[in-house]
């Protein structure tokens, strides 16, 4: 299903459809392939001619390659369906619809998203689209799509009333990814998401970039449905270290103990927040922690490195902070992130001496990529005493 707003490129309504052997799923903006959800068997996609492209192997990242190179790889141009193998022109036929809605039609929304079969729909996509209240309305009047898993509104001016119209929905017991990024959600609308009993299998929430504040925080940590949470984006939402109540609050929610991938980066966490993150023993299965930009000094960095329960931690970004060597040190006295594969600590106040005590390391065995652009470092005698520790490391420029 596309959208087609005026004046605009073509977005789409990705739309996967299932049956008993087979996931098919399609994705296209108009004029070049677009990396789907990895996983399914075959996808197809339209390039800017009418043609279509059929991904036999759909583990193949397709956003970077032209179409002269999908023609010469794994893939075959089709110019109609009637040159696809019976079973799958069949399946295309029986299980897909598609439709150009036109920017008028799109405020009578459940019109538009009608198909033969409803419960084939598991992802809806209208991120970059304004949408308004009484859109929002009536998306989440829908009872039909029982299948849902993904729903993405990012960037779409979505506000308090539009969040607490979605979260009335009460037939979307399957939804595992929910991305709200970028636009205007206070900390009602925390609160009001985590009111919600309807989403018990959620494993992704998106919400960098709104405004729930240090209260929004508190509301989302007293969540004990979402005990599969996996990943939780928070970034750039005004959480500070005024009180450390947000960093706080997180620390004492028990239930995420699946939390795979934290996200606090462009807040003002600091050091106090950060020393309550430290001690929290919950989440056991913490593989990547996003605190950069956060006005953390060596105080907090010290408590960081105390953490003794982040077993499974491979990529800690710290980058754009304010700590220096004295923070290093007692970063690198962890004993316990043995899993460590990637560490950002670009952009701080690291000289190289800081370099040569976090060289001194015995337990980030697996360390592959160090960044530390812009600190005050004598390059020849850091590249020595990491190279000496870690062979084979890389060093990232972003």
């Not at 087609?4 to 392939?33: M, Q, V, Y």
Request: proline share 2%; with cysteine; net charge neutral.
């Amino acid at each position: 299903m596309l959208l087609e707003p005026s004046g605009c490129p073509l977005f789409s309504l990705n739309f996967i459809a299932k049956n008993d052997t087979h996931w098919w799923s399609w994705w296209s903006w108009w004029g070049r392939p677009f990396s789907g959800t990895v996983g399914c068997q075959y996808r197809n996609l339209k390039n800017k001619d009418g043609h279509l492209i059929v991904a036999i192997n759909a583990k193949r990242e397709l956003q970077e390659k032209s179409l002269e190179e999908l023609r010469f790889a794994d893939y075959q141009l089709m110019k109609h369906e009637n040159n696809l193998p019976e079973s799958l022109r069949q399946d295309l036929i029986l299980k897909t619809q598609t439709k150009k809605i036109i920017s008028q039609h799109l405020q009578h929304l459940q019109t538009c998203l009608k198909c033969s079969n409803p419960r084939n729909i598991t992802i809806i996509d209208l991120s970059l689209w304004p949408l308004t209240e009484q859109t929002v309305g009536e998306l989440s009047e829908n009872t039909s799509w029982t299948n849902l898993t993904t729903l993405k509104l990012r960037n779409t001016g979505l506000e308090g009333k539009g969040v607490e119209a979605l979260s009335k929905n009460k037939s979307w017991t399957c939804l595992r990814e929910i991305d709200l990024e970028s636009n205007s959600i206070t900390k009602l609308g925390a609160a009001t998401l985590v009111a919600c009993k309807s989403w018990p299998n959620l494993m992704i929430l998106k919400l960098g970039n709104n405004k729930i504040g240090d209260q929004g925080v508190i509301a989302l940590s007293g969540d004990f449905l979402w005990t599969n949470l996996r990943e939780l984006f928070l970034e750039s939402n005004e959480i500070s270290e005024i009180s450390d109540e947000g960093a706080a609050a997180l620390d004492t929610n028990t239930s995420w103990i699946r939390l795979e991938t934290l996200s606090l980066g462009l807040n003002m966490v600091g050091d106090r927040g950060v020393v309550a993150l430290s001690d929290n023993s919950s989440w056991i299965n913490l593989r990547k922690l996003n605190l950069e930009k956060n006005e953390i000094d060596d105080n907090g960095i010290i408590a960081l490195g105390k953490n003794t329960s982040w077993k499974r931690l491979k990529e800690p970004n710290l980058r754009y902070n304010r700590f220096g060597n004295k923070g290093v040190e007692g970063l690198c006295r962890n004993s316990s992130w043995t899993d460590l594969t990637i560490l950002k600590l670009q952009s701080s106040n690291i000289t190289s001496e800081g370099i040569i005590l976090l060289s001194k390391n015995t337990s980030w065995k697996n360390l592959e990529e160090l960044s530390l652009l812009w600190n005050n470092l004598h390059q020849e005698e850091v590249l020595s005493c990491i190279k000496e520790r870690w062979r084979g490391i890389q060093f990232s420029r972003c």
